[in-house]
């Protein structure tokens, strides 16, 4: 019997997880999708989402019609059972409560090889279910990889326990505004991405 290739494996683990995912989302939370026509098919591209719940990275990933990647943290890649399928699922270890500048360098290596990554403009979750304000690390990543940024916004995740309908819709396409001094344009930019994500939150 011939041994399975790492590759395939992987994707094999990804595709099968993702259907499964679906599948679990339609039939108990009534999923809808809007929008996903804005994503490219192609290319490097950074997913921008609003985070109320730990549901939200398997409903991204269940949604997106291409292989994304996702930060996850540190702690969940130390039981090696659950480490090794999660990077199996594209997911790649982050310290939270610091500065992670490998996280971020592994990130803008994805994009710029044409990957789609997954990060939340507000660094964490929403204990409310509001959007709170925007870190600078999303633009910082849309402007060094060179790269669209796909504004999203997930609906009723703050309420997964309740079972609410849940729906995802996904905007237009945001682009690093020219200038000649990137790092001074983070903040404003991160500031338009969450503005988009917030945007979207009408069409719930």
């Known amino acids: 019997m011939k041994e399975i290739k790492p590759a ?26 809007y929008g996903i026509e804005n994503i490219p098919k192609t290319g490097g591209v950074l997913l921008a989402s609003n985070h109320c719940s730990y549901a939200d990275p398997p409903l991204l990933g269940a949604t997106v019609p291409r292989p994304i990647h996702f930060f996850a943290k540190e702690e ?5 059972p659950m480490g090794w399928y999660l990077k199996k699922l594209n997911a790649f270890p982050v310290r939270r409560f ?14 710029r090889s044409g ?46 326990k309740n079972f609410k309908a849940l729906s995802i819709t996904f905007g237009t396409p945001l682009y ?4 000649e001094d990137e ?16 945007a979207l939150k009408s069409k719930c």
């Open 183 to 198: 790092r001074s344009a983070y903040p404003s930019f991160s500031e338009t991405i969450l503005e988009a994500v917030a």
């Open 76 to 80: 969940l890649f130390r039981f090696p």
């Open 176 to 179: 690093p505004p020219k200038t």
């Open 8 to 33: 395939l494996l992987q994707r094999f683990l990804y595709w099968h997880a993702q259907g499964t995912a679906y599948l679990f989302f339609k039939l108990f939370y009534r999923l809808k999708v």
């Open 98 to 111: 610091e500065r992670d500048i490998g996280a971020f360098r592994n990130a803008q290596t994805l994009l």
């Open 115 to 160: 990957e789609a990554v997954v990060l939340f403009p507000e660094g964490r979750r929403s204990k409310t279910g509001e959007l709170g304000k925007a870190k600078p690390g999303v633009a910082m990543l849309a402007y060094k990889a060179k790269v669209p940024v796909v504004p999203i916004y997930i609906c009723n995740s703050f309420y997964i």
